[in-house]
């Protein structure tokens, strides 16, 4: 749920879309922040655009790494890779990475990391002023020919456990039995709720069908 317009990124899904005003929809995998260093969440835009960028380190970076360079220069030692934009929160940026690996990953200082061809592609067709949604959404949910599914993903805490620990703790997905009564409208007597528990005990973000066959 979230604003068809400009960029709108779901932090628990890690995925960015881009909803061109004329055209189709393009959909990305990202990085985002690390525990204690969150993405937010709300609204901004699009305010500059930088190819081969050079890295102001932040000040945060600097006090966890004294000895770090307080610039780094376009080149493969450059973390935002080879195109940057440039978000109105200030220090927020949507950039490419040199490290590939923290793609799909809760890994940034709060910055959008994104595999080099995505962020080109964006570079090369969002214009300044694009507007930017941020929204931490777990599940996602649709009704399509009569069949309803839902999508689920792990919360920040349980992405933070998997990293430390390769498994996360069961939790429930705040709001989502109102969420399913709302999208489900005349659905509602066909949903299974078993298999609503089961895809929320996963967390795996593979979409799974949540209502019964309908009877004859």
């Given at each position: 749920?979230?604003?068809?317009?400009?960029?709108?990124?779901?932090?628990?899904?890690?995925?960015?879309?881009?909803?061109?005003?004329?055209?189709?929809?393009?959909?990305?995998?990202?990085?985002?922040?690390?525990?204690?260093?969150?993405?937010?969440?709300?609204?901004?835009?699009?305010?500059?655009?930088?190819?081969?960028?050079?890295?102001?380190?932040?000040?945060?970076?600097?006090?966890?790494?004294?000895?770090?360079?307080?610039?780094?220069?376009?080149?493969?030692?450059?973390?935002?890779?080879?195109?940057?934009?440039?978000?109105?929160?200030?220090?927020?940026?949507?950039?490419?990475?040199?490290?590939?690996?923290?793609?799909?990953?809760?890994?940034?200082?709060?910055?959008?990391n994104m595999y080099p061809e995505?962020?080109?592609?964006?570079?090369?067709?969002?214009?300044?002023?694009?507007?930017?949604?941020?929204?931490?959404?777990?599940?996602?949910?649709?009704?399509?020919?009569g069949t309803l599914y839902l999508?689920?993903?792990?919360?920040?805490?349980?992405?933070?456990?998997?990293?430390?620990?390769?498994?996360?703790?069961?939790?429930?997905?705040?709001?989502?039995?109102?969420?399913?009564?709302?999208?489900?409208?005349?659905?509602?007597?066909?949903?299974?709720?078993?298999?609503?528990?089961?895809?929320?005990?996963?967390?795996?973000?593979?979409?799974?069908?949540?209502?019964?066959?309908?009877?004859?």
């Amino acid at each position: 749920e979230g604003p068809r317009e400009g960029l709108l990124l779901n932090l628990p899904e890690q995925r960015l879309y881009y909803f061109p005003p004329n055209g189709q929809l393009r959909t990305f995998a990202i990085g985002i922040g690390a525990e204690g260093k969150t993405t937010p969440l709300g609204r901004t835009s699009v305010v500059r655009k930088q190819k081969d960028p050079t890295w102001y380190v932040p000040k945060s970076i600097l006090k966890e790494e004294p000895d770090h360079k307080k610039i780094v220069m376009p080149g493969p030692e450059n973390p935002l890779g080879k195109h940057a934009l440039y978000l109105k929160w200030p220090g927020y940026l949507i950039h490419g990475t040199n490290l590939p690996d923290a793609i799909g990953r809760r890994a940034s200082h709060g910055c959008i990391n994104m595999y080099p061809e995505g962020v080109a592609f964006l570079f090369d067709h969002v214009t300044i002023g694009t507007p930017m949604t941020v929204v931490n959404q777990e599940a996602k949910l649709a009704a399509i020919d009569g069949t309803l599914y839902l999508q689920v993903h792990m919360n920040g805490d349980q992405a933070d456990q998997i990293e430390a620990t390769g498994k996360f703790d069961p939790a429930p997905v705040p709001g989502l039995a109102a969420r399913i009564d709302k999208v489900a409208g005349e659905l509602g007597p066909r949903v299974d709720w078993d298999a609503v528990l089961t895809a929320v005990q996963r967390r795996d973000g593979i979409p799974v069908r949540i209502t019964k066959e309908a009877r004859a």
